[in-house]
């Protein structure tokens, strides 16, 4: 507006994407402000899980594709080379949680995982039934460098941008983002009673989520 750059498509990208980083940066502080209060509520229902978390896959998706159309513009880099890949078994799986926290859940552990994905990588969504009625076991895979042991303890901690929750794989050129995902991922789980934690894998990084279900009904 002051007339330092010409209000051209690539200005305004470039200041399209600047506000909506801040925007979401607000909205993940505002979440962790909620849970930190204890004033946000656990709404959850009964639901199948593979329609569920295809919804959640596709967003991811879309939500990629528009963040690389206004990157396109302003000589940054988001990933679209990644392969999102959803096992669910059995296919008739239900589980009973919070809907919308566990879109927050397995959305954040999504985008880091492409974060970390060497180029054209897959990153995978499993899920299976638990131990109590309606429990579920969630994972989310990646083939990225993984996270040394001695750094599990650290991975959701606000403002962690180590080796795995901020630092990008080699050859993703992204940026690590504010390390503030996998915390509002872990408060989530916590509303549920659940557990959230790095596994053991052969290759890449392996995120388990367990969620009791019915198991205190």
């Not at 946000?40 to 939500?63: D, H, I, Q, T």
Request: charged share 25%.
């Amino acid at each position: 507006m002051d007339g330092v750059s010409a209000a051209d498509p690539e200005t305004m990208r470039t200041a399209l994407k600047q506000t909506e980083r801040l925007g979401r940066l607000v909205e993940t502080l505002l979440d962790l402000s909620r849970l930190d209060n204890g004033v946000v509520p656990l709404k959850a229902r009964r639901f199948e899980v593979w329609p569920y978390l295809s919804g959640v896959l596709k967003e991811a998706n879309m939500v990629a594709s528009a963040r690389a159309a206004i990157a396109s513009g302003s000589g940054s880099h988001t990933r679209t080379d990644v392969h999102l890949h959803l096992d669910v078994s059995p296919p008739e799986l239900t589980a009973h949680a919070d809907a919308e926290r566990l879109h927050q859940v397995v959305a954040n552990l999504i985008d880091n995982a492409v974060k970390h994905s060497p180029p054209h990588g897959r990153v995978t969504v499993r899920a299976r039934r638990g131990p109590y009625p309606e429990s579920l076991d969630l994972e989310v895979l990646d083939e990225g460098p993984g996270i040394p042991q001695s750094e599990w303890h650290r991975v959701f901690e606000r403002f962690n941008r180590g080796s795995h929750a901020g630092a990008p794989a080699k050859g993703s050129a992204i940026d690590g983002g504010t390390g503030l995902g996998l915390a509002i991922a872990r408060w989530a789980v916590d509303l549920h009673g659940g557990h959230i934690g790095v596994a053991e894998s052969p290759r890449g990084c392996r995120i388990r989520v367990t969620l009791p279900g019915l198991s205190d009904a």
